[in-house]
């Protein structure tokens, strides 16, 4: 199968109308499925070839979104280099694999092409943003972010979901928001690349947190003293390296807290559900096809709070947790314990 070429970016409307998506997992097909309700076709790249088949053959994602009829709009690919011929690009892979996948197609890229980065996480070897990786491998590409409340499953069934789209263009911003706006997806608008990132990343971490206190049946008080605490080094980290305190009490940041924090949906709550009823973290893991970023991401921002000198003690514990540094009781037992102290 052949995708369009097109040789301007926009059309008269300031619509791109030939867009790619990297990544077919649940969030990656719900985009895809949301920008071919305006009436284009999207290229969606798989890793499985699977996925490829049940999205050409059925129009379905059987592995990551099962049981829900896509748009026919939507083809999939195996090869990358097919997708890379586009006016807009969405990057939706695993944020440990977003290198990786850049250095693949930086050769075939257009540099006048927009990126926009959909993906949560810290690069646990650098403790690199997303948008560092991105400048650091094809630094003339227009960059945004898309990031907040939004599972997968809501998006596709077409339940009201809003996001903040961060943009370093603001033309392009607008431009990317009309393209991939419905009445039921609406984008938020703003400039702030590296609050919108931190709460993204940072919120799977707390939402582990989250997860362990209702597998240890610790009541709703304290799951909420958890969200607000957490919310606390959220904005902590961000702030220190050039967050904006209003992303981190928007979409980005607060919205998607609540909605990680409040939902068995979120692999992260699920994870820290099992974890919190004394599961191992394979035991946790064992036969998910989806990646819980928190695992990864925790490790990577205990990193970058002490590189910032930023206390982050739920973090902490979370990577504790997963590391197997100490034992869920002295986990929580060292957080009951800690000094009381004027909250900010």
């Known amino acids: 199968m052949a995708i369009r070429r097109s040789e301007n970016h926009m059309n008269s409307d300031n619509k791109f109308r030939n867009i790619s998506v ?9 985009l895809a499925e949301v920008i071919s309700r305006q009436g284009n076709q999207v290229n969606l790249w798989a890793k499985e070839q699977s996925v490829t088949k049940s999205i050409n053959s059925n129009n379905e994602n ?16 195996n090869n990358i280099e097919q997708i890379t011929n586009c006016d807009l690009m969405l990057m939706v892979t695993p944020a440990q694999y977003i290198r990786q996948t850049l250095e693949d197609i930086k050769k075939t890229l257009n540099e006048n092409l927009p990126i926009v980065i959909c993906s949560k996480g810290i690069e646990l070897k650098t403790l690199n943003l997303m948008s560092e990786i991105v400048k650091e491998i094809i630094p003339n590409n227009p960059l945004s972010i898309l990031s907040g409340p939004s599972f997968a499953i809501d998006v596709v069934n077409n339940k009201p979901t809003a996001v903040t789209l961060a943009c370093e263009n603001e033309n392009i911003g607008k431009s990317i928001a009309e393209s991939i706006s ?9 400039d ?3 609050g919108a990132q931190i709460g993204g990343a940072t919120k799977n971490v707390i939402a582990i947190a989250a997860g362990v206190v209702e597998g240890q049946n610790l009541g709703d008080s304290a799951r909420a003293a958890t969200i607000a605490r957490g919310f606390s080094e959220i904005s902590r980290l961000a702030i ?3 967050g904006k305190e209003e992303t981190l009490g928007g979409l980005s940041g ?7 924090c409040n939902s068995k949906t979120s692999r992260n709550y699920s994870l820290g559900i099992k974890l919190g ?38 973090t902490n514990a979370v990577n504790d947790l997963i590391e197997k540094n100490n034992s869920l ?10 000094p009381i102290r004027r909250e900010k």
């Open 254 to 260: 607060m919205g998607d807290l609540l909605l990680t």
């Open 192 to 194: 702030d690349i590296i």
């Open 62 to 77: 059987s592995m990551y979104l099962p049981d829900i009829k896509l748009s026919k709009l939507i083809i999939a690919f």
């Open 240 to 242: 220190a390296i050039g």
């Open 182 to 190: 419905l009445p039921t997806f609406r984008p938020y608008l703003s």
């Open 22 to 30: 990297v990544g077919a997992g649940a969030w990656g097909t719900a």
């Open 329 to 338: 009781d002295e986990i929580i037992s060292n957080l009951l314990n800690r």
């Open 277 to 314: 009823k004394g599961l191992s973290i394979e035991e946790a893991t064992e036969g998910l096809s989806s990646i819980a970023e928190g695992m990864y991401s925790s490790k990577a921002i205990v990193n970058l709070s002490k590189k910032h000198n930023i206390d982050m003690p739920i």
